[in-house]
C-alpha cells in the first residue's frame, strides 16, 4: 500500500467556530481501496474533520489534494462534483418526497430544467434498495421510515453517487447486527473496487473488522495513525482519552436509601413501552442503551417534557401526576437534557439569568426581580461548580460547553432537588470538565440524592452507575448490578434482537 | 416562534469544544450597538431635518397633535412587543380594533348603555386574543399563519356586523378623545406615555418579563426550565386583544363614528413600530424603550411627509419601505453582537 | 399499495368530497344553484384566483409565503393598462408582457431581499405588499384606467374565444397544467418540494436554495402580473385603490383549502384548484342562498381556520387518515 499515491492528501487543517479551534494542524493521508478509521470521543474533531472533506464546513487553515491536485472543498455540491460523498450522522431526508426522489436529489450532473423520469427513477432505486438487501416501497414518502431504514436510504444514496471518497459518519448507531453485517459486504466491495471510505464509530469491534488503518483524535489534535491491528483496543481507548481508563474508576459505592424514584409500566407508543424501575436515595442509576432507543423519551416522560400515554410515576412513595415539566419541579425533580444548544441554554441571555431560570420564586417572591438577591445566587454558583467566566452578565453563549453545562447543573442545583435525571450530561466537554462533573455526581448521590445518568459512553456509564438499566427499541433489556456489569453486558442488552427496528423517528 | 421560516437549527451544527471563555464586549460597545440607540439617533436626526423644513415641527403641540392618529396604534404595538419577544406574532390586532368597535357600535345602536357597550366590546377583545391564544397554545398553530386567519375573520365578522355604512351618534361625552387635553397633551398620548411606563416596568423588572425573553430566546429551553410557555403566551394573546379593543373604542371616539373598515391595513403600521424600534423578528430581544421611540419616529416622518404634501398613499412606499430596512438593520445588528 | 387505496389517500380525495358536498348541500337548499349557467359563473369567476394561486402555492411549497400579490396584481394591472392608453397602437401582447414582466421584476425583488438577509417571508411581503402598493399610486398618478381605455380585444378574451370558452378559462387551466408539469416533471420542481420538507437539509444535498427560492417568489409575481391582465379583462377598469386589495387572502384562503401545507413541502396542483374551485363556489352560492356579500371575508377567515386544523390534524393521512383518527 505504500506505493500507491494517497488519493487524499491533507496538510495542517484548522478549524475554528468563534474564535476557538476545534482542529489543530492536522495532517492526513487516505489511501485508495482503503477504510480508514476515524476514532475520539464526542467533540474530538474527527466529524469536524470529516465534514471539511465533505465541504460542510471549509477550514480555517490547511491544503487538501485530491489524487494529486489541490482542491478547494467549497460546499457539499462542490464535494459530490469532486467524487466525495458524505452519510451523515443523523440521516437527513426530505420527508414529503418519495424514497426514490431522496436517493437523487440534488445529485451532480442534474440540470434544473432537466426532466425527472420517474420509471426509471423507481428502477434504480430498487436495484440499490436491494443491493443493500432493505424491503421498502421506493414510491412512498420518507416520512414514517424508522431510523434504520432512512440511514440505509442514505448509504444506498452514497452507492448511487460512484464517489471515490465515501465518508460514512456512525453508519451502524441505529442499525441491527443484520444490518450491520450486509453494510460490511458492501463496505469491502467498495474497497475491492478501489473506493477509499472513512468510517467514523465508536464501536472498537466494527473498526476491528473492517478498518485498515486508524486515526485517532483528541481535543482537536491528531494523535495517532496506525494499521488496526498494530494497536489494542487499550492501546486505543489510551490515546483517545488522553490516561489510563482505570483512572475512571474511583466512585465508591455509598449509601443507598429508601425509594425515591418509582416507574410502573411507563408506555408511550411508538418511543417506549411497559418502562418500569426504581431508583433510590443515593443511588446513581445508569440508564445505557444505542442512539433511538427511547432512553431521552423517558426522561422526557417522567419530566413532564412529553408526558407518557399510560403507566405510574411516584415519588417518595406518592403517586406523581406529571404533566408538565412544573408538575415535576414542584416534586423535587430535575432534568439536564442532552440537547444543551437547544434545551438547555437561553443563548444570548446572561449567565445570572440562565442559572436562576428554575426557580423564579427564589428571585423574585412577589413577582418583581431583586437584582441583589439574583447575583448573589449566581455568583455563589458559580464558585462552587468553579465556572470559568469574565462576569455573571455575560451572554452563556460566550462560555465553553463545559462551563455552560456547569451553568446549566447549578440552573437544577439551586432548585434543590431529590431526584437527578442527567441525559448524557458531558456530551461534547473537555476531559478534564469531565472528571470535574463526574466528582459532582457523585458527592450529589453521597448528598442522598436519587440520580438517574443517561449515558452513550460506557466507561462513564460503569464508571459512575451503583445499577445499570439497558434499553433497546423502546423496551427495558436488562438490569445490571454494578458488580456484573461491563461493556460487554451492556451492549449485549443494548443491540436489537428484532429483524427491524419498530421505533420510528426516535432519535435520542 | 413558531413561524414558517425561522431558520431551524441545522442539524449540522458542531459539537463545539470551546476552551476559553472569551472576553467579553465592552460596555460602551454594548450600548452603542444596540438597536435602540439607532432608533434613538434617527428619532433626533428626524426631529432636526423636519424642524430645517418646517417650523410647525419647532412647536411641541403640533407634533402631539398630529400624533393622535399613529398613537392608537402604538399602543396596541406595546403589546405586540411582548408578543414578538416571546416569539410569536399578532397579526390581528388592526382587524381586532375593527370588530370590538363595530360590536361596541351596535350595541349601542341597539339600545344598550354606553358603560354595558363599552364593555362589550373589552369582553370581544378579551375572547378574540384568548381564540388566538387557543389555536397558538393549545392546537399549537403558528401564529404567522394563524393570526392571518383570524385578521381575514375577524374583519369579515365585522364587515357582517356593520355592512358598509358607519355607526355613530355617540353621546358627546364619548367622542373627541383627541381633543382632550392633560395640560398640552391630548389624553392618547398620556394614555401611551403611561401605558409604554407600566409595560416597560413589567417586561423589565418582572419574573413575568423575564420569562418572556426567555421563551423568546428558546422555547424549548424555557419549557424545560418549567417556565410556564403556554400560559404566558395566551396571556400575551388576550392582552393584545384586550389592549386592541381598547385602541378601537379610542379610535370610535376620536372619529365620532366605527365601520367596519376601521383601522385598515394597520396591521404594517404596527409591525412597522414594533421593527423600528429594534425588537429581533425571531424573538428573545427587543425592548419597550424601543417601541417608544420608534413610534415618535413614525410620527416624525408621517407628518414630516404629510407636511411635505405627500400624497397618504404614496407615503404607503415609505413605510413599506421602512419595515424592510428596519428589519435588516436590526438583523445585521445582533448578527454582530451574537456568537 | 394499490392504485384506489392512494388515491383515498390523498389528500385531494378530502378537497373533493367537500367540494361535492358543498354543491350537493347548496343544490338542495337552492336548486337553481346546480345549473350549467352556475357552473360557468364559478368558471368565469375562479381564472383570477387561479392563476395566482399556483404562484402562492408554489411559494408555500417552499416553506415562504407571498402577502404582496394583490398590490403586484394591481401594479402590473395599472402597468399594463397605461400602455393600453397611452399607446392604443401597440399590439395586445405588448401589454400583457408589460404585465407579466413588471410581475415577475416585483415578486424577483421579493425573493432577493427574503434570500439576502434571510428574513421571514411573511413581514418582508407585508412590507413589499404596502411598498408596491405605494409605487403604483406614484405609478399611475393615483387615476384610474377607464374602462373605455381597456382594449375591445382584451374585454373580449373574458367572454369568449373560437372554442366558445372565454379565453381567460383557457390561459387559467393552461397555466395551471404547466405548474403540473413544472413541479412533476422539473428536477428543479422537485427541489422546490425538496427546500420546503428540510430546508437546513437541502444545501447539504446540493440543493442551490437561494436560486431556487428567488425563482419561485419570480413566479408568483409573475402570475399575479398575469392575474393583474385577466383582472382587467374580466373587470373592464383598474383602480389603484381597488385593483387587488385583500386578493392575497383570497388567494391564501383557495391554496391552504387546497391541502398545500403552510409547513411546507407539501400541495399539488391538482389540489389547489379543487381549492379554488370550492372558494369559487362559495362565493357564487352566496347570493344564491340570499345570504349577504358581507359574509364572504368571515367565511374565508373561517376556512383558513379550519384548514389549518385540518392540517394540523391528519398532516399526512388524506380522508382516510381523517375518518380514521377523527378529531383527535
Keep these: 500500500m505504500t506505493e500507491l499515491k494517497p488519493l487524499v492528501s491533507a496538510r495542517g487543517i484548522s478549524k475554528s467556530f468563534g474564535g476557538v479551534e476545534v482542529l489543530r494542524n492536522v495532517d492526513l493521508d487516505l489511501m485508495p481501496g482503503e477504510v480508514h478509521a476515524l476514532l475520539g470521543e464526542n467533540g474530538a474533531g474527527k466529524s469536524t474533520f470529516a465534514k471539511i472533506l465533505a465541504g460542510v464546513h471549509r477550514p480555517t487553515r490547511g491544503t487538501i489534494e485530491l489524487g494529486g491536485k489541490a482542491v478547494e472543498i467549497g460546499s457539499p455540491i462542490g464535494a459530490q462534483r469532486l467524487g466525495i460523498t458524505l452519510i451523515h450522522q443523523e440521516p437527513i431526508s426530505f420527508p414529503d418526497l418519495s424514497v426514490a426522489e431522496n436517493l437523487v436529489i440534488g445529485q451532480v450532473g442534474g440540470k434544473p430544467l432537466g426532466r425527472v423520469r420517474w420509471a426509471e427513477l423507481a428502477k434504480e432505486a430498487r436495484r440499490l434498495m436491494g443491493l443493500l438487501n432493505v424491503p421498502i416501497d421506493v414510491t412512498v414518502p420518507m416520512r414514517g421510515l424508522s431510523i434504520a431504514d432512512q440511514q440505509m436510504v442514505e448509504i444506498a444514496r452514497a452507492l448511487a453517487s460512484d464517489s471515490r471518497l465515501i465518508i460514512m459518519d456512525e453508519p451502524t448507531a441505529a442499525l441491527t447486527p443484520k444490518e450491520v453485517e450486509t453494510l460490511f459486504t458492501i463496505v469491502r466491495r467498495l474497497r475491492e473496487e478501489g473506493r477509499t471510505i472513512i468510517f467514523i464509530s465508536h464501536r472498537l469491534e466494527e473498526v476491528r473488522a473492517i478498518c485498515d488503518r486508524v486515526t485517532i483524535f483528541r481535543d482537536g489534535d491528531k494523535i495517532e495513525t496506525a494499521e488496526t491491528a498494530s494497536l489494542t483496543d487499550a492501546d486505543i481507548i489510551r490515546r483517545m482519552i488522553g490516561r489510563p481508563v482505570a483512572d475512571y474508576l474511583h466512585r465508591g459505592v455509598g449509601h443507598v436509601g429508601a425509594v425515591a424514584l418509582s416507574v410502573r409500566g411507563l408506555t408511550l407508543p411508538g418511543r417506549f413501552e411497559n418502562i418500569s424501575f426504581d431508583v433510590r436515595k443515593g443511588e446513581i442509576v445508569g440508564l445505557g442503551g444505542l442512539v433511538g432507543a427511547g432512553r431521552t423519551d423517558v426522561a422526557r416522560a417522567i419530566f413532564g417534557v412529553a408526558p407518557a400515554a399510560s403507566g405510574t410515576i411516584e415519588i417518595d412513595g406518592k403517586p406523581a401526576e406529571i404533566r408538565e415539566p412544573t408538575d415535576a419541579i414542584a416534586r423535587g425533580v430535575a432534568f439536564v437534557s442532552e440537547d444543551r444548544a437547544i434545551a438547555g441554554i437561553f443563548r444570548s441571555l446572561s449567565v445570572e439569568t440562565n442559572i436562576t431560570a428554575a426557580v423564579p420564586e427564589r428571585i423574585a417572591p412577589k413577582g418583581i426581580i431583586r437584582r441583589a438577591v439574583e447575583k448573589a445566587l449566581a455568583k455563589e454558583s458559580v464558585e462552587k461548580l468553579r465556572i470559568r467566566l469574565a462576569t455573571v452578565r455575560q451572554p452563556i453563549g460566550e462560555l465553553s460547553g463545559g462551563n455552560q453545562q456547569k451553568a446549566i447543573l447549578a440552573r437544577w442545583l439551586l432548585a434543590e432537588p431529590d431526584i437527578l435525571i442527567l441525559d448524557e450530561p458531558t456530551r461534547g466537554i473537555d476531559i478534564g470538565v469531565k472528571a470535574e462533573f463526574y466528582d459532582r455526581i457523585g458527592e450529589l448521590a453521597a448528598a442522598g440524592r436519587a440520580i438517574l445518568l443517561i449515558s452513550s459512553e460506557l466507561p462513564e456509564l460503569l464508571a459512575l452507575s451503583d445499577r445499570i438499566l439497558v434499553m433497546s427499541e423502546g423496551k427495558l433489556t436488562a438490569d445490571i448490578p454494578r458488580a456484573e456489569a461491563s461493556q460487554e453486558t451492556i451492549m449485549h442488552a443494548a443491540v436489537p434482537r428484532s429483524g427491524r427496528h419498530t421505533v420510528s423517528g426516535a432519535a435520542a | 416562534m413558531n413561524s414558517i421560516d425561522k431558520p431551524t437549527p441545522s442539524t449540522t451544527t458542531p459539537t463545539i469544544v470551546v476552551r476559553e471563555a472569551a472576553a467579553p464586549r465592552p460596555r460602551w460597545q454594548v450600548l452603542l450597538i444596540r438597536p435602540e440607540t439607532v432608533t434613538l439617533v434617527l428619532l433626533v436626526v428626524a426631529t432636526i431635518v423636519a424642524s430645517r423644513l418646517s417650523p410647525f415641527f419647532a412647536d411641541l403641540g403640533f407634533i402631539l397633535e398630529s400624533s393622535t392618529y399613529y398613537i392608537e396604534f402604538a399602543i396596541v404595538a406595546l403589546v405586540l412587543t411582548l408578543v414578538i419577544i416571546s416569539g410569536e406574532i399578532d397579526l390581528s390586532p388592526a382587524a381586532q380594533m375593527a370588530l370590538s368597535a363595530c360590536l361596541f357600535g351596535t350595541a349601542f345602536k341597539a339600545g344598550l348603555p354606553m358603560p354595558v357597550a363599552i364593555g362589550v366590546s373589552l369582553l370581544a377583545g378579551l375572547v378574540m386574543g384568548a381564540f388566538n391564544g387557543f389555536l397558538v397554545t393549545v392546537l399549537r398553530l403558528p401564529s404567522i399563519i394563524v393570526t392571518i386567519g383570524t385578521l381575514i375573520l375577524f374583519r369579515g365578522l365585522a364587515q357582517v356586523l356593520a355592512g358598509d355604512k358607519s355607526i355613530g351618534g355617540f353621546p358627546s361625552w364619548f367622542v373627541g378623545i383627541d381633543y382632550r387635553m392633560v395640560g398640552i397633551v391630548p389624553v392618547p398620548v398620556v394614555v401611551f406615555v403611561a401605558a409604554s411606563v407600566l409595560l416597560g416596568l413589567f417586561l423589565g423588572i418582572t419574573i413575568y418579563g423575564r420569562q418572556i425573553y426567555q421563551i423568546g430566546t428558546s422555547e424549548i429551553a424555557a419549557i424545560h426550565a418549567g417556565i410556564r410557555v403556554r400560559r404566558i403566551k395566551m396571556g400575551l394573546f388576550i392582552a393584545s386583544g384586550l389592549v386592541s379593543s381598547i385602541a378601537g373604542l379610542m379610535v370610535a371616539s376620536r372619529l365620532g363614528s366605527v365601520r367596519y373598515d376601521l383601522a385598515s391595513g394597520a396591521e404594517l403600521t404596527m409591525v412597522l413600530i414594533v421593527m423600528l424600534g429594534g425588537t429581533y423578528i425571531f424573538g428573545g430581544r427587543g425592548s419597550i424603550l424601543g417601541t417608544f421611540l420608534a413610534a415618535w419616529l413614525l410620527v416624525i416622518i408621517a407628518t414630516g411627509m404629510t407636511v411635505a404634501n405627500i400624497a397618504i398613499n404614496a407615503q404607503l412606499t415609505v413605510m413599506g419601505l421602512l419595515l424592510i430596512v428596519s428589519i435588516i438593520m436590526t438583523n445585521a445588528i445582533y448578527a454582530r453582537s451574537q456568537r | ?328
Excluded at chain 3, 408555500?60 to 407571498?66: I, Y
Excluded at chain 3, 382584451?154 to 413544472?182: E, G, K
Excluded at chain 3, 398575469?226 to 383557495?254: C, H, K, Q, S
Aim: charged share 10%; proline share 5%; hydrophobic share 55%.
Design chain 3, 1 to 328: 399499495m394499490s392504485a384506489i387505496a392512494r388515491l383515498l389517500r390523498a389528500r385531494e380525495a378530502g378537497i373533493l368530497v367537500m367540494l361535492v358536498l358543498f354543491v350537493a348541500v347548496v343544490s338542495l337548499i337552492q336548486p337553481r344553484f346546480f345549473s350549467a349557467e352556475t357552473l360557468r359563473i364559478v368558471l368565469l369567476a375562479v381564472p383570477l384566483i387561479l392563476v395566482a394561486a399556483m404562484g402562492q402555492m408554489m411559494v408555500l411549497v417552499a416553506r415562504h409565503v407571498d402577502l404582496s400579490i394583490g398590490s403586484i396584481l394591481g401594479f402590473s394591472a395599472i402597468a399594463a393598462g397605461m400602455i393600453f392608453r397611452d399607446y392604443p397602437e401597440l399590439p395586445l401582447y405588448v401589454g400583457f408582457a408589460v404585465g407579466v414582466l413588471s410581475g415577475a421584476a416585483l415578486g424577483f425583488v421579493n425573493g432577493l431581499v427574503v434570500t439576502i438577509f434571510k428574513l421571514p417571508s411573511i413581514i418582508v411581503t407585508l412590507g413589499t405588499l404596502s411598498l408596491y402598493r405605494g409605487l403604483l399610486f406614484i405609478l399611475s398618478g393615483s387615476k384610474q384606467i377607464d374602462p373605455n381605455d381597456i382594449p375591445e380585444p382584451l374585454i373580449r378574451m373574458a367572454q369568449t374565444s373560437p372554442i366558445d370558452i372565454p379565453w381567460i378559462v383557457i390561459i387559467a387551466y393552461a397555466v395551471a397544467f404547466a405548474t403540473w408539469l413544472f413541479l412533476t416533471y422539473t428536477q428543479v420542481g422537485r427541489q422546490i418540494y425538496a427546500i420546503g420538507s428540510n430546508p437546513s437539509a437541502a444545501p447539504l444535498r446540493g440543493i442551490r436554495v437561494m436560486p431556487v427560492t428567488i425563482l419561485v417568489f419570480t413566479l408568483s409575481g409573475a402570475l399575479a402580473g398575469l392575474a393583474g391582465l385577466i383582472y382587467a379583462a374580466r373587470f373592464g377598469y383598474v383602480n389603484p385603490g381597488i385593483t387587488g386589495v385583500g386578493f392575497e387572502f383570497t388567494v391564501i384562503a383557495a391554496v391552504v383549502i387546497g391541502g398545500v401545507s403552510i409547513n411546507g413541502g407539501v400541495g399539488s396542483v391538482l389540489g389547489t384548484v379543487l381549492g379554488v374551485l370550492l372558494l369559487g363556489s362559495v362565493q357564487v352560492a352566496l347570493p344564491i342562498l340570499g345570504v349577504s356579500g358581507f359574509w364572504q371575508n368571515a367565511i374565508y377567515g373561517g376556512i383558513i381556520l379550519i384548514a389549518l386544523v385540518i392540517d394540523r390534524t391528519v398532516r399526512q393521512g388524506g380522508l382516510r387518515g381523517l375518518l380514521a383518527r377523527g378529531g383527535a
